[in-house]
């Protein structure tokens, strides 16, 4: 039945995102999204056994697991030989499936598919022992595992041994490294874990659940068991390699002066860690039967919504709020189609775009941020002293960004960005470690190189209110805007003499801000004399990511997305995709929000204000800008303000605000919406890790804030099922919810601005008191007009909001997509299961020579 389902929905979502990839993309119900070292109660610490008997690994999170990445942590082993190869003494680590309690079968783990890459991380810099990444039994003749003799598998054609795998559903495999169910790009396998000079290390490792590891199924529920507070547990492996052979014999006397053997042969599985983990389920987690109410929205309050989707559905009510994620101007168009439901947006529809008969309301939800996510470790550079090579691999924690150098990331202004041979940047820094401007705020990176990387963000391809927000804090920097302006990094007034003279890109120079979308303007292609049809262009060699999730789960998984590997064994020949960067080597930067960049486990970069400080988007940060926030011109809706002096204030803060039109609603409808906003703002604002808490990356929002969301509720369950002009008998907020700002971003308390006879908005909408000045509201802001003779308040149609209105015509097909690829019953999203497609369909099982 899953394998079933698993092949319609891959099939559906193939087909959803070839529509979606006009209109935005369609999220389903998902299970909870803890983040890493998120969940102390469930931290766990085992121990090894004989000669590994002082090694202790702890494992983050072991409950309310989904597709994350958990923190594993060591002391207590032998340094990992040397700092230079895997020779010896590092540890191996798998997901395995197995219901057996005491632990999995190696033919039930997910490992070997990183051999293709060659064995060791890098072939030819950072090299292991030939088996050491591979399923293979079988070493030659002067190294037997006299413990795997008796069960040893039949070899292949070839002579070669392997260890089968056995998925949980499905035909055993019995020969080679990796296959459907897993390959170098989709394994979560990692095959070398260093261990530092001090006895400790620490991995960020990938939990899958049967959507991204299908031959594990963990998370999946068994058919029939619908409403299942767990899915099928599975298991973490850690195999502790020391300096002997499982033959007794030292590495040293190994041909290649390393470890040779798999970690799955007899006598190193007999030294494993086993760790259990609980995933929270898939699929049928709400009532069969309950009625559903749709949402849809952008992503910033994605992860905040799936986790509250499980206990909604399990409440008193029953009630499935299924949630579609689009961009915000599809958010708009549905919010006054005439059939609003609820929708999540970073701004308000105005203008234009509201008929005079709606007067939609808004309430706060979720305070969280857009960030720039890095998964960066230590490389150190040809001059680089002693001390720093002894760092080499370990994870980097800080990255200071100025929005001047997020200009030159976003605009192909790096070599390494772009390309080396590109005419357009010729003469500029290859990448951000290499700018001395970096490096004035990066100390720390001062004899460190990363050549060929960090020339460029993972950036999302749709369009966006955070985008927009992004560009106007960059916009809004002097030395940002003179950078894009064309004035080299040295030679204005805000140049330093140790800068390099970088300039712009030409191809986005005097570029219009703030903007929707990330461009890629640079047309430069890169030929090849064995292939001059087909150039390297920047939509393989730096693609877009499908979204903000995508993006942070790439960076952590080292996966640039870049396909620069020609292949002409294919149909037609084509660029296939690269594998991950190698462990030790990678360097990715990556756009995404605070609270994905929490679930895969990234550091988040500090971003310079405009008071000059590195601010974190931590709870503190966030909540510093939202008090700066300021009336957007919409009552009850408040802007990012990028230009606040406020030095604890992080720039990119954003609120999301739920929106509908109350009297386009059945009263059951306002009554089922009411009740998701009073829960979003109470128990869904306790931080915690399990289902229908606040996932980490979100600040709980203020008091004030959250009282004007239940005013928001109480107007909505009041004015349901009524006509537009039927007087509200709640005395609570009407029209556009609470309408003041005392400037502190508080919103107003319960009941303030808002409230009156008709659900019109109180106070004037003509005054100038009533709105801020326009010089306080960012370019494309939503700005008061005179009221028209109707009483209803003609806003201005910003820039951001003009396009909204293409969309118009395809949000019930958004909307019957996400119900036809099963509604809420599959805890996934669709942009995520088209990533599955695509990579499915360019799995091959050869690894030709990468371009450079």
Not at 193 to 220: I, S, W
Not at 699 to 725: C, E, H, K, N
Not at 812 to 834: D, K, Q, S
């Amino acid at each position: 039945m899953i394998a079933a389902l698993r092949r319609f929905v891959a099939t559906s979502a193939a087909v959803a995102v070839a529509l979606l990839s006009v209109i935005g993309t369609a999220v389903l119900v998902s299970a909870p999204s803890p983040a890493v070292a998120a969940d102390s109660a469930s931290k766990v610490t085992v121990s090894g056994q004989g000669p590994y008997a002082n090694l202790k690994v702890t494992v983050s999170q072991t409950r309310n697991l989904v597709n994350q990445v958990l923190k594993i942590t060591w002391k207590g082993a032998a340094p990992t030989t040397t700092d230079t190869t895997y020779a010896a003494n590092y540890l191996q680590i798998m997901q395995c499936w197995g219901d057996s309690k005491n632990g999995p079968d190696p033919d039930q783990c997910q490992f070997g598919g990183s051999s293709a890459g060659g064995p060791g991380p890098v072939a030819g810099q950072q090299g292991a022992g030939a088996y050491t990444n591979t399923r293979q039994l079988n070493y030659g003749s002067k190294l037997v595992d006299e413990a795997q003799k008796d069960k040893m598998p039949p070899p292949s054609s070839t002579g070669i041994s392997y260890v089968p795998f056995r998925p949980v559903a499905g035909k055993v495999i019995k020969f080679g490294n990796w296959n459907e169910f897993y390959d170098v790009n989709t394994t979560n396998e990692v095959s070398y874990a260093r261990t530092g000079p001090n006895g400790t290390g620490e991995v960020y490792f990938e939990a899958q659940t049967g959507l991204e590891a299908p031959g594990l199924g963990c998370g999946e529920v068994p058919a029939g068991k619908s409403g299942a507070t767990t899915g099928r547990k599975c298991w973490l492996v850690i195999v502790p390699r020391g300096d002997t052979e499982v033959d007794g014999s030292a590495y040293t006397s190994q041909p290649s002066g390393m470890l040779q053997s798999s970690p799955l042969s007899a006598s190193n599985w007999a030294q494993r860690l086993v760790v259990p983990l609980s995933f929270e389920p898939m699929g049928s987690f709400c009532p069969i039967g309950a009625d559903e109410r749709s949402t849809l929205g952008n992503e910033m309050v994605a992860e905040a919504i799936t986790r509250w989707q499980p206990t909604l559905c399990q409440s008193s009510s029953k009630t499935i709020y299924g949630y579609a994620q689009v961009t915000d101007d599809t958010a708009r168009a549905k919010l006054v189609s005439g059939t609003p439901g609820m929708v999540f947006l970073g701004r308000p529809a105005t203008g234009d775009q509201v008929p005079f008969d709606q007067k939609p309301v808004y309430a706060p939800v979720s305070l969280s941020g857009l960030t720039i996510g890095f998964f960066i470790e230590s490389q150190a550079g040809d001059a680089a002293p002693e001390g720093v090579r002894e760092s080499d691999g370990a994870r980097l924690t800080s990255l200071n960004l100025t929005p001047r150098l997020v200009a030159k990331l976003l605009t192909e202004s790096y070599p390494d960005g772009n390309s080396r041979f590109a005419k357009s940047t010729e003469g500029n820094p290859f990448n951000l470690g290499a700018d001395p401007e970096f490096v004035k705020y990066n100390p720390g990176y001062k004899d460190l190189a990363f050549p060929g990387r960090l020339g460029d963000v993972i950036v999302p391809e749709a369009l966006s209110d955070a985008a927009w927000d992004l560009w106007t804090w960059v916009g809004q920097d002097p030395a940002a805007r003179e950078f894009l302006n064309g004035t080299p990094d040295n030679e204005g007034r805000y140049g330093d003499p140790g800068f390099s003279g970088m300039k712009v890109n030409p191809n986005y120079q005097k570029m219009s801000l703030p903007r929707e979308e990330f461009p890629k303007s640079d047309p430069f292609c890169q030929k090849f004399t064995d292939h001059p049809d087909n150039p390297l262009c920047i939509q393989d060699k730096h693609p877009y990511a499908t979204d903000l999730h995508s993006a942070a789960r790439s960076a952590a998984r080292g996966d640039s997305l870049a396909r620069t590997s020609w292949d002409n064994t294919t149909t037609p020949p084509a660029y296939k995709k690269d594998p991950p960067q190698a462990a030790g080597k990678r360097a990715i930067l990556a756009l995404t929000d605070t609270a994905t960049a929490a679930r895969y486990g990234l550091v988040t970069a500090k971003l310079q204000n405009a008071a000059g400080r590195f601010v974190a988007p931590d709870s503190p940060g966030l909540l510093a800008a939202q008090a700066t926030m300021k009336p957007s011109g919409v009552s009850g809706v408040l802007s990012p303000d990028p230009a606040t002096k406020s030095p604890d204030a992080y720039p990119l803060t954003l609120l999301t605000y739920a929106a509908t039109v109350p009297e386009k609603l059945t009263k059951a409808e306002g009554q089922d919406y009411a009740a998701l906003l009073r829960y979003a703002v109470g128990n869904g604002q306790r931080p915690g890790v399990s289902s229908g808490s606040l996932p980490a990356g979100y600040a709980p929002l203020p008091a004030t804030v959250r009282a004007q969301t239940r005013a928001v509720a109480d107007a909505i369950a009041s004015r349901a099922g009524t006509s537009p002009s039927t007087p509200s008998t709640d005395g609570g907020t009407g029209g556009n919810g609470t309408g003041t700002s005392d400037g502190t971003g508080n919103g107003g308390a319960a009941g303030s601005g808002g409230a009156g006879t008709s659900g019109e908005p109180s106070g004037p909408t003509s005054s100038a008191a009533a709105s801020p000045s326009t010089s306080s509201i960012p370019s494309g802001s939503p700005s008061t007009a005179p009221a028209a003779a109707s009483g209803s308040p003609l806003l201005r149609t910003p820039d951001w909001a003009l396009g909204a209105v293409r969309y118009a015509l395809l949000i019930a097909l958004v909307t019957g997509i996400a119900a036809a690829i099963c509604g809420p019953v599959l805890p996934t999203v669709v942009p995520r299961l088209a990533a599955g497609v695509a990579a499915w369909r360019t799995r091959d099982k050869t690894s030709p020579k990468q371009e450079r």
